[in-house]
């Protein structure tokens, strides 16, 4: 009863309307898997056949002509997404996918030198990052078996607190180069504290960057105040 009474007093139950929910028997499912896959809206539908529609009239000069050009299309939506993540307009750009982005900010930001080699990570991170570190790593002749540092919360606990995070950088900040931390941990649904991580990071000399996919479009962001060095998200759970 408690659910039904707050879905009827959410501001924002209007908005259920606009996307299409699966059905099991007939009836609608409760969706909890956004952090997944969105659901379609139910304009999708109508702006693909647009494209399509775009693309059948006018063939490769679709790049240049009409409301919704090819070629620039990622400026079209650069101010929206800036808005999202706190961003500037010239700090935020739309390409690619996540785990492309993830290496191209790698090939930036991970710049292993002397003893300052290794890349600090969650436990149980997302298993495509997991992966692009490793491939990172090995890039710059490492071995992720020593390179990788795998943080896993304490004994006992289910998170890992911004105090772990922080005692980790005191006692090895200067073995590592990057810092790779997600804004929500996708296990978990822990939300990570980006300006403290941030701080830390940097007191250390360390790089530090956030795959954000679980959090764009799911919590408030101010990258620009929070100040990490890098982040990527993707657009289709909660955009």
Not at 14 to 41: D, I, K, V
Not at 55 to 72: D, I, R
Request: proline share 5%; net charge negative; aromatic share 8%.
């Amino acid at each position: 009863m408690q659910a039904t009474e707050l879905d009827h007093s959410d501001a924002l139950r209007a908005f259920r309307e606009r996307f299409h929910l699966p059905r099991t028997n007939g009836r609608e499912q409760a969706y909890f898997c956004g952090n997944s896959l969105g659901l379609m809206p139910r304009s999708a539908r109508d702006q693909v056949e647009e494209v399509l529609q775009q693309w059948s009239a006018e063939g490769v000069e679709a790049h240049f002509k009409g409301h919704s050009q090819w070629m620039p299309y990622h400026e079209l939506v650069r101010d929206d997404l800036a808005a999202v993540v706190g961003a500037l307009p010239l700090e935020v750009v739309a390409m690619n996918s996540l785990t492309a982005n993830l290496h191209l900010m790698m090939a930036s930001f991970y710049r292993p030198a002397g003893s300052r080699r290794r890349i600090l990570i969650e436990a149980r991170a997302f298993p495509s990052d997991r992966h692009a570190v490793a491939s990172q790593i090995r890039w710059h002749g490492g071995d992720p078996a020593t390179d990788l540092i795998e943080l896993a919360p304490e004994p006992g606990q289910d998170l890992l607190t911004s105090e772990a995070i922080e005692a980790a950088l005191a006692t090895q900040g200067e073995q590592i180069a990057l810092v790779l931390l997600p804004g929500i941990q996708y296990v978990t649904g822990q939300a990570f504290d980006i300006a403290r991580v941030t701080a830390a990071a940097h007191a250390q000399g360390c790089q530090v960057g956030f795959d954000l996919a679980h959090a764009v479009g799911n919590l408030p962001l101010q990258l620009h105040e929070q100040g990490p060095d890098f982040a990527v998200w993707c657009s289709y759970k909660y955009l």
